[in-house]
């Protein structure tokens, strides 16, 4: 069963940038469909961005331009780039990741991002 593990999350100043990463066993090159969700606390879980394939990147309203999602298959990673943070970006950070879209996900364990105003 593959295994996705978070880190990069942290505290920052709103302004600031932190990447975070998605390191999954195995290869993922596999996976055609890999996302970023995130959970603010008191919230249902809200989906962030997506890339499908190598290049193929979709964003939720509001974030293009300030997240960019990637993955390096070499890595066998997926990241997450995000630039001027805002303290609603405070979350607990989640990558995923199937083989194609009528696929179930599997899930790592998530990854806080506390931004300060």
């Known amino acids: 069963q593959v295994q996705l593990v978070e880190s990069g999350g942290g505290l920052v100043q709103a302004g600031g940038s932190l990447r975070l990463s998605c390191a999954v066993s195995?290869?993922?090159?596999?996976?055609?469909?890999m996302e970023w969700s995130r959970q603010a606390p008191g919230n249902e879980r809200e989906w962030v961005a997506q890339?499908?394939?190598?290049?193929?990147?979709n964003y939720a309203d509001g974030l293009r331009g300030r997240f960019t999602i990637s993955r390096d298959n070499a890595k066998n990673t997926l990241y997450l780039q995000m630039n001027s943070l805002k303290p609603e970006d405070t979350a607990v950070y989640y990558c995923?990741?199937?083989?194609?879209?009528?696929?179930?996900?599997?899930w790592g364990q998530g990854t806080q991002v506390t931004v300060s105003s």
């Open positions: 995923n990741a199937r083989r194609s879209m009528v696929d179930l996900p599997s």
């Open positions: 195995g290869s993922i090159s596999s996976f055609g469909v």
């Open positions: 890339i499908i394939g190598g290049d193929t990147t």
